[in-house]
């Protein structure tokens, strides 16, 4: 544990910071895996309700910096294909 007031005060924003990423990042993995599984289902008014859910989920990722914009691309583009079929 660090002995200065600012190392000790930047432990507890990184650690803030940990928790708060890990949890955006669940709910995307969440997001993502519940529409793959509705593909593997076949029901289809599911599917393109939980397409949007991970689109979104992705660019949410994106826009807090979690996930590279090319990462954030080639899934939604991935994620299109397998909604199409």
């Known amino acids: 544990m ?3 007031k ?3 005060k930047r432990v507890k924003t ?3 910071t940990k928790e708060r990423n890990a949890s955006e990042l669940s709910k995307l993995r969440t997001a993502v895996k ?3 599984n509705a593909v593997e289902s076949d029901s289809k008014e599911d599917v393109s ?3 949007l859910e991970a689109v979104c989920a992705l660019d949410k990722a ?5 996930i590279h914009k090319n990462k ?3 899934d939604k583009s991935r994620l299109a294909k397998l909604a199409k079929k």
């Open 62 to 66: 994106e826009s807090k910096g979690l």
């Open 6 to 8: 600012s190392a000790i």
């Open 2 to 4: 660090p002995q200065i």
């Open 49 to 51: 309700k939980l397409h």
């Open 14 to 16: 990184q650690n803030a």
């Open 34 to 36: 519940r529409f793959k």
């Open 72 to 74: 954030v691309a080639r």
